[in-house]
């Protein structure tokens, strides 16, 4: 056994191990840093196959922002676990028997399509074999970038929009913040910043004040 085949061994029992522990853990919190690590494990077998820009993105997108949303919203939500814990042992007998069509399903497609060892020769956009100092990082980079570069922008622009979309949609203003207005400084009048009231030169001192008070009653 070479270093290759032990990394993956290694990589695919803490990829195993995390994904059970994503559906196993109690906390919701705990459930998201086990997925977290699972796409860290998937990236590291992408990458020990040679695909480095799907292992790349894998932790970049997946990892870097889709999952960091999810564990802030999770945060957030305060969610109650014994609420979604009620129904549980009620389903579990549906769910293991749909579990175990699909595990049957999986080993079926990949014992009987996945069976060869060798790694396919990498092909360039006209079809031609590539040398194996090539990249395909930079083949697929010059694929998007000009037979899927409208496309490419179409997606950047919808993504967009979402992002835009999310940030409206949590803007909410908290009646407990204190916070200034440029634009209501800038429109303010001299006579709003400051107030003449009128007063005595001199007052009675508290005491006379209540002697002549006395005074007047008597």
């Known amino acids: 056994m070479d270093v290759k085949t032990a990394l993956f061994y290694v990589f695919s029992a803490v990829l195993v ?4 522990r994503v559906v196993t853990v109690r906390n919701p ?8 690590l699972s796409f860290f494990q998937a990236s590291a077998i992408w990458m020990l196959l040679k695909a ?18 999810f564990l802030f919203v999770v945060m957030m939500l305060d969610i109650d676990v014994e609420t979604l814990k009620r ?17 049957a399903q999986m080993a079926t497609v990949l014992l009987t399509n996945f069976t060869e060892t060798e790694a396919l020769p ?12 090539a990249s395909n990082t930079t083949e697929l980079g010059k694929l998007l970038f ?9 997606a ?16 909410r203003k908290r009646k407990d913040s204190k916070f200034q207005s440029p634009a209501e400084q800038v429109r303010v009048r ?10 005595d030169i001199t007052k009675p001192a508290p005491v006379a004040a209540a002697a002549e008070a006395e005074e007047k009653k008597a």
Do not use: C
């Open 52 to 69: 480095e820009f799907l292992s790349i993105t894998l932790v970049l997108v997946y990892v870097g922002a889709v999952m960091v949303l």
């Open 156 to 171: 950047a622009v919808i993504l967009l929009v979402a992002m835009i979309s999310a940030i409206a949609l949590t803007m």
């Open 190 to 199: 001299p006579q709003d910043r400051m107030r003449i009231v009128k007063m």
């Open 29 to 36: 919190v705990y459930a998201v840093l086990f997925l977290v």
């Open 17 to 20: 191990f995390a994904a059970f």
């Open 87 to 103: 129904g549980f042992w009620k389903n579990f007998p549906l769910a293991a028997v749909i579990a175990v069509f699909i595990i």
């Open 146 to 154: 000009t037979h899927y570069l409208y496309p490419l922008e179409i």
């Open 122 to 133: 990498m092909r360039g956009m006209d079809g031609a074999v590539l040398p194996e100092t």
